[in-house]
């Protein structure tokens, strides 16, 4: 707070809850982006908990204070500049450079999708009096794919790799009772309990990150990427 970060929300075991510097990582992944599509070389970068709202999966970055960072080299021999301009509400990374250093095409996908199965816990306490459900979901993973076209025409692909941690379905039975506790049990192998979770997962919405700047300053400018918004 005295560095002059607000409170908002962040994601801890899987939760929302109140914290300083809380979309922060808006920012991070907005820097990523812009990395990414400037050939910049990514040393460390972490996805999220979960999948977030403002970007498609595969493309953020978190950070956190003390243990989770983003970093990236300008592998150019020339230096670069990063611009930052904050315009009615958006934000606005640039990172900026030589004309020959620029690349001819850079290109993003994201594929090889594959679920991460989550399980169904059954617990007792005797102090309830009617049994408690904290659904939920199922754990995403995933490969960032960037092609690089140089100047030269020679080719570069690196893949980054994105793990989204799956969330127990928690049920606390009121009771000891044998036929609750396998009654919970059963209800663990339900045919479509999650799938409705996992299809919400699967079609987050985001805000497209690779409008390029027109004007006159774009034979140097090696790219730029509009932050996310809520």
């Given amino acids: 707070a005295e560095a002059g970060y607000d409170d908002a929300p962040v994601i801890i075991d899987g939760k929302l809850v109140p914290g300083i510097g809380g979309g922060i990582c808006q920012v991070s992944s907005t820097i990523f982006n812009t990395a990414l599509l400037s050939g910049m070389n990514i040393v460390e970068r ?34 670069i500049y990063i ?11 640039y990172i900026i450079g030589t004309a020959q250093d620029k690349p001819k095409n850079v290109s993003i996908s994201v594929g090889d999708y ?8 059954t617990k007792v306490d ?7 459900v904290q659904e939920g979901h199922v754990g995403l993973k995933m490969n960032t794919y960037r092609t690089i076209t140089y100047g030269n025409w020679v080719t570069q692909t690196d893949s980054f790799e ?7 379905t928690i049920i606390t039975m009121p009771t000891t009772s044998e ?19 996992r299809d919400s997962i699967l079609s987050v919405a985001w805000v497209p990150t690779d409008t390029p700047l027109l004007g006159q300053c774009l034979d140097c400018l090696l790219y730029t990427s509009p932050s996310p918004r809520d």
């Fill in 83 to 93: 611009l930052s301009v904050m315009n009615n509400g958006t934000l606005t990374i």
């Fill in 46 to 79: 972490t996805p999220h908990f979960e999948p977030v709202g403002y970007i498609q999966a595969g493309r953020d970055a978190t950070v956190a204070w003390g243990y989770l960072d983003f970093k990236f080299r300008n592998p150019y021999q020339h230096s």
């Fill in 179 to 197: 036929a609750a506790v396998k009654k919970g049990e059963k209800k663990k192998q339900g045919e479509n309990e999650f799938y409705e979770v």
């Fill in 114 to 121: 594959s679920e991460i199965p989550n399980k169904t816990i």
């Fill in 162 to 168: 994105s793990v989204y941690d799956p969330v127990d």
């Fill in 126 to 132: 005797p102090s309830l009096k009617e049994k408690e």
